[in-house]
């Protein structure tokens, strides 16, 4: 079976799947993981990203804020699942943009991811400038953000960094968008020499029927494992009730990620508990980030539900790539 290349993380969250189950993931039975409230600010907190930090978990987390803004905060945990989040928002540090007066003023901001990448955490996310694009920030130590030049033009969400470069260059997944609620949207590859000047644009995968047939967009960052990068993402259809929020799981090679080698057919998981259907957003499973153990093929996933907390979903390796030989 495939291998997750990458480092052990032995004392990651985890629960083992309950007897009976036949799904590929299963939900964390003390979901939510993170309520609505758990800060004063808070009207809710959902689609974040956790990564280990040193012998700690730390991330950035969406808060949108009694007054509905949304906003990024910063966070850390012991285990992965019982959080402490800062009260107060990012200030981003804008020494490093050439028009910092413009670029650097923080409008919103919302689906953050977290990528380990050489020396340093890169933050991407759906940042505010004349529309939705994709800011990007890095960090050392989760207490200093240092933001740095969009990457695309409005309007764009998703972008999903690689965690190494490929072929020499940085990569990251998006999602071409429009000023509104999309109903639309594919996925889309892109790279850089320097994680400012990005081209070299390659179309990755299109919407399908059923589950994922209005709009798909990347989730976690890409695992890399030795049969290709296992793409975690999320499909939208459109119901009688609005969009509906699930996600699946595709495999893309490892030199060229715009090509997709398998793709399951059904989804992995979609909103069906009380606290993914029911919120701010009924019908919304959202995965934003990913833990790995490259010793057992253990991941954890975390993911919004209904735009009002966050829950947290698991599986292995062997049973994606089982689920994408089946389906793919």
Not at 152 to 159: A, D, E, L, S, T
Request: net charge negative; charged share 20%; hydrophobic share 35%.
């Amino acid at each position: 079976m495939a291998k997750i290349i990458g480092n052990p993380l032995p004392d990651m969250p985890w629960e083992n799947k309950p007897a009976g189950c036949t799904e590929p993931v299963w939900r964390y039975s003390q979901n939510p993981i993170i309520p609505r409230n758990l800060i004063p600010c808070a009207n809710s907190i959902f689609n974040s990203a956790a990564v280990r930090y040193q012998d700690e978990y730390r991330g950035v987390f969406r808060v949108d804020n009694k007054a509905r803004e949304m906003r990024l905060h910063a966070g850390k945990s012991q285990d992965g699942v019982n959080w402490t989040i800062e009260e107060e928002p990012i200030r981003f540090v804008c020494e490093n943009l050439k028009d910092a007066d413009e670029v650097g003023v923080f409008e919103y901001g919302y689906d953050p991811r977290v990528c380990f990448i050489e020396d340093r955490y890169y933050v991407t996310w759906c940042n505010g400038y004349h529309g939705p694009t994709i800011g990007l920030a890095y960090t050392f130590d989760f207490k200093t953000f240092y933001k740095m030049e969009n990457i695309f033009i409005p309007f764009n969400r998703n972008g999903v960094l690689f965690p190494r470069k490929i072929n020499g260059n940085y990569a990251i997944l998006s999602r071409p968008s429009d000023n509104g609620h999309t109903p639309f949207g594919d996925i889309f590859y892109s790279e850089s020499p320097d994680l400012t000047y990005w081209g070299c644009h390659r179309h990755v995968m299109s919407t399908r029927g059923g589950w994922e047939s209005t709009k798909i967009g990347a989730g976690p960052t890409p695992i890399e494992t030795d049969e290709g990068w296992l793409l975690i993402y999320h499909g939208v259809l459109t119901s009688c009730n609005g969009f509906v929020y699930s996600f699946g799981a595709a495999l893309l090679d490892l030199e060229k990620p715009w090509k997709v080698l398998k793709r399951g057919h059904s989804y992995l998981l979609s909103p069906q508990t009380l606290y993914e259907c029911v919120g701010d957003v009924p019908n919304v499973a959202f995965p934003c980030s990913c833990l790995t153990d490259s010793e057992t093929g253990r991941i954890a996933i975390y993911y919004g539900c209904a735009d009002t907390v966050t829950g947290m979903a698991f599986t292995t390796v062997d049973e994606i790539m089982d689920f994408l030989n089946r389906e793919g």
